[in-house]
């Protein structure tokens, strides 16, 4: 929606700030103004700006300061704005603001407005004059912000709103010269609100601003916000970390908050706000000063920007509740805190490693490790994120000899040595300053090996001498066709051939070579479903095992086979070619069998790829009661055949909600709908949020069911007037024609690198992946041959047709993971058209 009806901008109070740092050296400090000072105003802020710039704060964050509402409907919370272009009186008068920001410009520091966008008072004067500018139900009732009943929605489409919000935000860029936003409740409106926000707010000369986004959607990024909020991290990471979940949380959560960020955009860690305040001080979460400490080290340092928040330098430790009147923060309640959030600050305010560099993860299950390099610095982060003492063993990346970043001693790492840190302790070393020992040389173990194909090997570099300065390698391949090797040595075998793996040092390019023999893999496993009746200690027995001699016969009734959950068993022949075998349960058995490759045995059947579980209701044929036909996508419509022809005819049931499910052809991809109302029950492409595309079950009679529509709650499939497609409309409940039964079928996946399209349709789609083999938890897909608005299906399966990660893509994309070694399948499929593409994850 294009910008119209800009308003004539106030003339420029002061001089636009030439400081204002880049995203990714910020440092922020939240100002929570009413608890923050006995008056609970703007000049009790001024008068601690020395203590917050001496922290090491280059960015200030004010919380709101417009008047609030008044009448009985709105409350006194920031939050509840009866005037955007107003300095409520409580926090003083605009020249407070000015001399506020004019003093924080002074000290270096910018200083940016907390500002909101969805909702107003309910005395705002807007309500009685524009009320089309509010959400209105069919009544024209102004609506709340659901869940807040103390404000009234704005309608962020409206173009009014959109321009009211504009010059407003650009009133206080010129009146009070600031320095950019916080924007609230930033995952509420469209992403298009924001690019015209942005693109506007970016477009005024001279001013360098910074724009945060408070919220966790990854596409805020695209829309041009330079800070998304760390909500993942604090809640999906810090706080679970701290109950006891791996410290192997953190990369997992990293992956997907960065996911749409560009080099610059940064996600703000934070390890309180005065959301979380409200309910709990950051003491009370992370176990002590101590606790929050470590935590803030890491948020600090491992990527994305650091957050504190009013009272933390002093452990305040007292909660906050909303409207934040009844609480004042005691200065004095530990001064002496500040002295350990002032050191991580202020160092990483110096090393351009910290602030820009590239994070390699070194972490285990208690600890916290990663390096940060740039160029020739180097930092190494230990921190050890329990209560309790923990052990870390050195890998050989971060061996070397360092200086501590905040106390100036020497310290040596020496690789395979264990380190134990303290509850909550942590090392930062830096090798500034350390005079730099040469490489003389590496060497590298094994120097040859056989690898069978799709299994991995991990190659382990030496440097000489053992405290050489720069332990740095890098890894290459000379036939990446038969073996790749990732950045940490580990090698994957491709395919049967041979191909020299080198290790070269950073420093002195200095050289070893492994020959490697990638061989035909001889092993195999097979996997068995377990019968209803049977116990849950499922074993396999087999006997005459070729070559002769390799395996022993087994003795009855044989090995415990490994649970794979979902039913299913799977048991690992080595170095053999085939083998008789009998699965038992000790007193339930099959027939005698054989097998020589991998294979799923289930109900009787051998499968060349994992098959669907009987009986979870995720695959099935739907047959009528009346025909004795069966549904299927007849291109645009579904039709009814008289036998299950192929896997038009299957479906799977993907569930919504407990109630309603979705039916997409296994065949097609399609789904099965009634969008278009046009008298037949419709397969297309569909968006799965579509309640045209969702339907329940109903019994008719304990075999038969009906399916009923969520949209057109009405409105129930059936072939009652046999037009050649299913219909949906006045349908009676006792008609044989509208009841219908699911029943259970198996779907194999063909994992092949392949294209293929619907019938009478000519290929459009191509799919590029970069980098192949992906690393570092990201790839890239490039697309072509389509318009741009088709939604794919992107799906990955691992090489034993399991899906393991599906998402929905319309344009290029990176696309995170979090996936072990090895070989993938990686499938976009839209509405004509399907692509797989081999994919190789280091």
């Known amino acids: 929606m294009p910008f119209t009806g800009q308003s004539q901008d106030p003339p420029q109070y002061g001089t636009p700030f030439a400081n204002v740092p880049d995203p990714r050296d910020v440092n922020i400090y939240q100002v929570h103004i009413r608890p923050y000072s006995a008056a609970g105003n703007l ?69 940016i407005m907390d500002w909101v966008v969805n909702q ?28 807040f009943p103390d404000v009234a929605a704005l309608d962020l489409n409206n173009t009014a709103v959109r321009t009211e919000m504009i010059n407003a935000m650009r009133y206080w860029i010129f009146t009070a010269n600031i320095d950019g936003f916080r924007c609230d409740y930033a995952n509420n409106p469209p992403l298009n609100f924001w690019t015209q926000v942005i693109g506007n707010l970016r477009s005024i000369s001279g001013r360098q601003l910074l724009l945060f986004a408070e919220g966790d959607r990854q596409e805020n990024f695209t829309a041009g916000f330079d800070f998304t909020f760390g909500d993942k991290w604090y809640y999906d990471a810090l706080k679970p970390i701290r109950n006891g979940t791996s410290v192997a949380q953190i990369q997992t959560t990293t992956d997907t908050e960065y996911v749409h960020a560009n080099s610059s955009q940064q996600v703000i860690r934070y390890t309180a706000n005065h959301d979380t305040e409200g309910n709990e001080t950051p003491l009370q979460v992370f176990g002590g000063h101590n606790g929050v400490v470590v935590n803030f080290l890491v948020s600090a340092y491992m990527r994305g920007a650091p957050f504190l928040t009013s009272g933390q330098e002093v452990d305040f430790n007292r909660t906050i509740p909303w409207p934040y009147t009844s609480v004042k923060i005691n200065w004095n309640t530990n001064p002496s805190a500040a002295a350990d959030f002032t050191d991580i600050l202020q160092f990483r305010n110096s090393s351009t490693a910290i602030r820009r560099g590239t994070m390699t993860n070194y972490s285990n299950t208690n600890v916290c490790a990663f390096t940060k390099t740039a160029g020739s610095e180097k930092v190494v982060v230990i921190a050890n994120l329990r209560s309790g003492t923990s052990t870390y063993v050195i890998p050989a990346a971060l061996a070397g000899a360092y200086t501590n970043a905040f106390d100036g001693t020497d310290v040596n790492l020496v690789a395979g040595a264990t380190r134990s840190l303290n509850g909550f302790g942590y090392l930062v070393l830096t090798n500034a300053n350390v005079a730099p ?122 090995v415990a086979m490994q649970d794979d959950g979902d039913g299913w068993y799977s048991h690992t022949f080595v170095n053999i070619t085939s083998t008789n075998l009998i699965f038992n349960d000790g007193g339930n058995q099959t027939a005698d069998l054989n097998r020589d490759e991998n294979g799923w045995y289930m109900n009787g059947t051998w499968y060349g790829s994992q098959p669907t579980n009987p009986g979870t209701g995720n695959y099935v044929t739907i047959k009528n009661r009346w025909k004795g036909t069966y549904l299927y996508d007849a291109g645009g419509n579904t039709g009814y055949g008289t036998s299950v022809a192929n896997n038009n005819y299957k479906w799977e049931k993907v569930p919504v909600t407990a109630q309603y499910f979705l039916l997409r052809n296994v065949g097609t991809g399609e789904y099965m709908h009634i969008e278009n109302q046009t008298g037949s029950v419709q397969c297309t492409a569909a968006g799965e949020d579509w309640w045209s595309a969702q339907w329940s079950q109903e019994q008719a009679d304990g075999v038969w069911q009906r399916l009923r529509n969520r949209w057109q709650t009405g409105h129930i499939i059936h072939v009652e007037n046999q037009t050649g497609s299913a219909q949906y409309a ?9 009841q219908w039964q699911l029943e259970a079928t198996t779907v194999s996946l063909l994992l092949n690198e392949q294209s ?23 790839f890239r897909i490039n697309l072509s041959g389509f318009t741009g608005e088709e939604m794919f299906r992107l799906t990955i399966y691992d090489m034993q047709g399991k899906q393991v990660k599906t998402e929905w893509v319309n344009n290029d994309t990176s696309v995170g993971y979090h996936l072990p070694t090895g070989l993938y399948i990686i499938e976009l499929k839209g509405k004509a058209t399907a692509v797989r593409k081999k994919l190789i994850v280091q």
């Open 120 to 147: 107003t008072s309910w005395d705002h004067p807007w309500i009685t004059q524009h009320p089309e500018r509010y959400i209105r139900d069919g009544n024209g009732v102004i609506q709340p912000l659901n869940p």
């Open 43 to 111: 000049a009790g802020v001024t008068a601690r700006l020395d203590a917050i710039q001496a922290l090491g704060i280059n960015v200030v964050y004010l919380m709101p300061i417009h008047p609030v509402g008044q009448d009985a409907r709105s409350s006194i919370s920031p939050y509840c704005i009866k005037d955007f272009r107003a300095v409520a009186t409580e926090y003083g008068t605009l020249a407070d603001l000015r001399t506020l920001v004019d003093e924080a410009h002074s000290r270096g520091m910018a200083v």
């Open 730 to 738: 006045n349908a009676q409940d006792g008609w044989w024609s509208a």
């Open 756 to 778: 293929f399209v619907k019938p009478g349709m000519q290929p459009s789609l191509t799919m590029n992946i970069f980098p192949n083999p992906a690393i570092n938890g990201t």
């Open 437 to 558: 020992v040469p490489v003389t040389g590496v060497s590298v173990a094994p120097a040859n090996a056989s690898v069978h194909a799709g299994q991995t090997l991990q190659l382990t570099a030496t440097i000489a001498p053992s405290n050489a300065t720069n332990q740095s390698v890098s890894w290459s391949s000379s036939n990446t066709s038969v073996a790749t090797v990732n950045a940490s040595g580990l090698v994957t075998a491709i395919t049967p051939g041979t191909a020299n793996i080198t290790v070269t040092t950073a420093d002195g390019q200095k050289t070893a070579v492994s020959a490697i023999q990638a061989t035909p893999l001889t092993s195999f496993t097979v996997h068995f479903y377990k019968p209803a009746p049977w116990g849950s200690n499922i074993r396999i027995y087999w006997w005459n095992a070729q070559p002769s001699g390799t395996l022993a016969d087994g003795t009855w009734p044989g």
